[in-house]
């Protein structure tokens, strides 16, 4: 079982650009999150979906959208990056009930 | 916010007990106190959970207080793999949605040799 799996690993972007973090999972988990990490500081849920086909925001969702089609997949669109949005992105997964939450290995994001 | 208070850092030697301290003094009684794990440049790793009781896993145990405003995560042996920063997360068990997880900074647990 692959768990969650994300991609890129990295990415060095321009600003104003648009790009795709891609998420995926195969515990079939209702759950997923999004979250940013920057140095030195904890993680900041960016969207969150509850099951396919509802998203929700979380603490720092401008600049982000998200979309949940099906179970398994959950991407993250950066429509015009900026620097402000360099981080290191991960990825999670829970099931119903409250379950823990398992992260993906995370995409570091660099934009110039 | 993070409701936890955590040290910044702790240092422990290797095959000794490693013991993290949190403080949550605000905690309400339907909120579980959680443990997350991250080794560098990886994903968070889940350690374990409790809501007022000791609990005990293959990967550590948790000590909460009888008041519940406080908690120890314990690594009975610790290793250089359990070098990591180590979170303390203090929230209700959403049964019908998601879990939505506040990351505080963690305390960062070196383990010497």
């Known amino acids: 079982t692959a768990g969650i799996t994300q991609a890129p690993t990295s990415q060095i972007l321009a600003a104003g650009r648009s790009m795709t973090l891609r998420c995926t999972q195969d515990?079939?988990?209702?759950?997923m999150y999004w979250y940013r990490q920057d140095l030195g500081l904890g993680l900041r849920l960016i969207h969150y979906?509850?099951?396919?086909?509802?998203?929700g925001k979380g603490e720092v969702p401008d600049g982000y959208s998200v979309s949940r089609a099906n179970t398994d997949d959950f991407p993250l669109t950066l429509a015009s990056a900026v620097p402000s949005q360099t981080s290191v992105y991960f990825c999670?997964?829970?099931?119903?009930?409250?379950?823990?939450?398992?992260f993906g290995p995370g995409t570091r994001l660099t934009v110039l | 916010d993070a409701k936890t208070t955590q040290p910044t850092s702790m240092d422990c030697a290797e095959g000794r007990a490693a013991n993290l301290p949190c403080n949550h003094s605000?905690?309400?009684?339907?909120?579980?106190v959680y443990w997350y794990r991250q080794i560098h440049s990886q994903g968070p790793q889940y350690i374990i959970h409790?809501?007022?009781n000791n609990e005990t896993n293959e990967m550590a145990s948790l000590i909460i207080t009888e008041d519940r405003k406080s908690s120890t995560l314990i690594l009975p042996h610790a290793t250089l793999r359990d070098t990591a920063v180590y979170y303390c997360?203090?929230?209700?068990?959403?049964?019908?949605?998601?879990?939505?997880?506040?990351f505080g900074k963690g305390t960062k647990l070196t383990v010497n040799p």
């Open positions: 999670a997964s829970s099931g119903t009930g409250g379950d823990t939450q398992y």
């Open positions: 515990m079939r988990h209702n759950a």
């Open positions: 979906s509850n099951t396919a086909g509802t998203t």
């Open positions: 605000t905690i309400s009684g339907n909120e579980y």
């Open positions: 409790g809501l007022k």
């Open positions: 997360i203090v929230r209700v068990r959403d049964w019908g949605g998601s879990e939505k997880l506040v």
